[in-house]
Structures are given as C-alpha cells and as structure tokens.
C-alpha cells in the first residue's frame, strides 16, 4: 500500500517521500483513515513505529492556517515535544501553517508571542498548564487533542494535569491516544474524555527477525570491563548504553572517557539546551555512543541505532521492551545485549514471563578487567557535585509550574534515580570503605557494586 491509497493530500504526500517514507506502517494504514472520520482513536503500537505521522497527517490535512490552535499535541518530554515539531514540520512542507513548540525550562515570553499566532501547538504538560493557569492561555477552538505516549505520562505523574488540561478545551473535540500500553488510568481517560473510541492496534514488539537479542551472566564488578570489551568488539553504527540510574550514567560516561571511549550522556537533570545538542550530536554520531537513563527510551526518534546495551535493568519490566525498541526500526537489523548481575535476574526472569522476548545466553569471553572509578567528577548544571542535587533542590531555578519537567515527579520516572533517602544521594553500603586514618569514608565515594580486591580506600570528605 502507498499513502495515496490512504486519500492522503498530494501535497503531504510529497513531503513525506523527500523524507523516505512511501509506505505507511501498519500503525499509520489502521489510524489514519479513523482519525480522518473523526473519530477518538485509542492507537497502541511499539517504539518505532511511525506514530508520529499517523496522527500528523491527518491533522495537516485538516489545518486551516490563521484561525488560532486548533490542535493540542501533548508529549511527556521536551525533547520528544520537539521532535514531533520538527517531524510535522517536514510532513508539511507543502501546506502553509504554524507550529509552536512549548516546554518549560526556557523563557516563557516567546512561548506566548508564538502561540498568538499559532495553528498546532506541542507541549509538555507542565508549561502548558502554566500558559493556561498564569498566562490567560484559551483553548476553545480546539478541535482535537493527541496525547502522545500517553501511558508515559501517566508514569510520570501527569494524569492530574491532562485532566486540568482535557477540562479546558471543548466538549465535542476529537481525542487521540498514542502510546504502546493502555493502563488503568488510561482507561479512566478513555471513559472521562473520550466518545466511542476504537482502537488501531499494531504489533506491540521488535519482530525477531530484525532484533537479535542477548545476554551475558556476568558479576556486578566486572559489568564494566565488559561493556568496554563489547564496545570495542563489536560492529557498531550508533550505540546506545541504558543505566537505570542517573548517577550510575555519570560514572559509566566518565570511565568511557577514562578508557578511550568517546561518548556522551544523556539524563532528565541536564540543562534542555544540553539535552537537545547531545541529540543532535548523536545523531551526527558525534560521537557514536550514548550512555542514558530511561529519558530516552520513549518516543525519541534516533535513527541507526545498531545497538542497545543494557548495563543494568530497571524494575520496570516493561522498561526493557522500551529500551530495546530504539533499534531494529523500519525494517533494518539491530542487536540488543544485557549485561546481567545477580541484582538484575528477578526483573530478568519477569520480562521473559511477561512479554514473548527471545533472549539467548552466551558465553563469557576473555576480557581484561578493568579500574572502574565511581568518583563523580561532573561539575556544572546537570551532574552531582559532592552528592547533592545539581544547583539545589529544583536546579537552578524555582519550582515553577513550567519549570515542574525538572522535578523528579516530573522529570525520570523514580526507578531512573538513584534510590536515595535524602536528594538523590546513594543509600551508604552495608560495609564502607574504611579511610586511612580509621574512620569509615562517605558513602558519596562508593562503587555501586563495582568493588574489585585492594581497591582504594576513600578518605573522608569535609563539607
């Protein structure tokens, strides 16, 4: 099938083939025509999967340019926000409308001057409200609201804010939900908010064929030795390395660093500016391997990944099925490998009771083991200094409405933090390390595991 068989406008038609798609995915053959018939679609579909273009076309073959926001594009993520704006950008190439891209985090005045003129606007949930709440922000000629990885957001603490949100535009809008589960307040959603809906489904997970998927059995203070040892081994395009916590990314990157390994890291607490270039860069494969928490395992769309790495695992069992639906996308083959401690098995053995994955052992090769330093050396917005929150307790600004992605209830999901009893900072070891003079060292020096025989002592620190 091709799009024109879809009724799709010529125009659309043509933007999407300059951007290589002249086949529509099987998400995008069932929910487009729906959408077009305007009905509230509930669409559940992997990773990967062209969601994006099933609701944008539709919406772009509807726009009428000048007569104010007529649709509302709700994401859990700036950085997925920005990527759905720069995707309907180029779907429209040909069709004359205006699309703003809203988040928190940056200055909110140009946000305001762009929505005035504004036929789309994306946004996360946060800033939006803070339009709508502070800013006089109307949404009365709304004609369809999409929430896009909507089971995300309902993760992250959201669900209040999309009620506030939903309760601010019309009651005959059309409703769309995009996301690869429907959960319990979903369908809360689904019954609040919705009329009729159907649902387009499509195959949930990375098909076999495409995806080899691995793992090895290996002890917690050798995790790292053999992440370099594969890194270095194996064929790569793009290389993506999964932690799932945000202090366990800052040490893995840095001791990349340290052994050679260009790369670089990506977690809900760097600045957006950051974020955005790390991105951009990685795409360019500048350089060729990202270490990141669980922010990027949604929704973003990176392209030739040839490799997933899961250095460790979430609790999350559902996280992994996420993780390594970044490669093996549009028909292209990709690799998934886990590295595996005793801590991980438990949620190991769940994601194989729960989802129809195929993971296959190998065998542990000869690799040289290797220091890992667990000294956190970042300085600057977005990293640990002495253990504390980067620039205090909500960064380097205040808790605003718009600025609430930075929170930990909005940023990561709290299996993505370090699990902590006071601002993120490690919970201290059974046994540390005692210091030279006796007394026993912070636990901010620890290893996380990574612990080998006559290791350093770490000397007390003084704050």
């Given amino acids: 099938m091709i799009f ?74 700036r950085e997925l926000a920005v990527q759905i704006s720069n995707e309907l950008r180029k779907f429209g190439k040909y069709i004359k409308f205006s699309v703003t891209t809203v988040y928190g985090g940056v200055s909110i005045n140009p946000q305001i001057e762009a929505m005035q003129r504004a036929d789309i606007v994306v946004s996360t949930p946060g800033r939006l409200l803070d339009h709508l709440e502070n800013y006089d922000l109307k949404l009365d000629k709304i004609k369809c609201v999409v929430l896009d990885e909507a089971d995300k957001m309902v993760e992250m603490g959201f669900i209040e804010d999309i009620r506030k949100i939903l309760n601010e535009t019309p009651n005959n809008r059309q409703t769309l939900l995009f996301g690869a589960t429907i959960s319990n307040e979903i369908d809360e959603l689904k019954q609040e908010y919705m009329h009729d809906p159907v649902v387009a489904q499509a195959e949930s997970h990375v098909e076999e064929e495409y995806l080899e998927q691995y793992y090895y059995d290996v002890k917690q203070f050798e995790k790292f030795s053999l992440l370099v040892h594969l890194l270095k081994k194996e064929k790569k395009d793009l290389a993506i390395v999964f932690c799932s916590a945000r202090s366990t990314v800052e040490m893995v990157t840095k001791n990349l660093r340290d052994n050679g390994i260009k790369a670089d890291m990506i977690h809900g607490k760097l600045t957006q500016n950051r974020r955005l270039k790390v991105i951009e860069n990685f ?69 194989l009771n729960r989802y129809p994955v195929k993971v296959e052992q190998l065998p ?100």
């Fill in 364 to 463: 542990l090769e000869n690799f040289e083991r290797l220091r890992f330093n667990s000294g956190r050396r970042f300085g600057g917005r977005g990293s640990f200094r002495g253990g504390g929150r980067p620039g205090g307790k909500f960064g380097n600004r205040g808790p605003s409405r718009g600025d609430q992605e930075n929170r930990s209830r909005y940023g990561e999901r709290s299996s993505d933090r370090p699990r902590s009893g006071f601002h993120g900072r490690p919970r201290a070891p059974e046994h540390r390390p005692r210091s030279p003079g006796g007394r026993r060292s912070s636990s901010r020096g620890r290893s996380f595991g990574h612990s080998s025989p006559g290791r350093p002592k770490f000397p007390r620190r003084r704050y």
């Fill in 4 to 77: 024109e068989e879809l009724n799709v406008k010529k125009e659309l038609v043509q933007g999407l083939k300059e951007m290589g798609l002249k086949e529509p995915t099987e998400i995008q053959t069932k929910a487009i025509p729906l959408i077009k018939q305007g009905k509230d679609v509930i669409s559940i579909s992997k990773t990967g999967s062209g969601k994006t273009a099933a609701f944008g076309v539709p919406i772009l073959e509807d726009i009428k340019q000048g007569q104010g926001i007529q649709y509302l594009i709700i994401a859990p993520v």
């Fill in 283 to 351: 795409h360019k494969g500048r350089p060729n391997i990202l270490v990141a928490s669980a922010v990027a395992a949604r929704g973003l769309d990176i392209k030739d990944v040839s490799h997933i790495f899961n250095y460790d695992l979430s609790q999350d069992a559902q996280e992994y099925v996420h993780r390594v639906g970044r490669t093996a996308r549009a028909g292209k083959q990709g690799k998934a490998i886990t590295l595996l401690s005793e801590r991980d098995h438990d949620v190991f053995r769940e994601i």
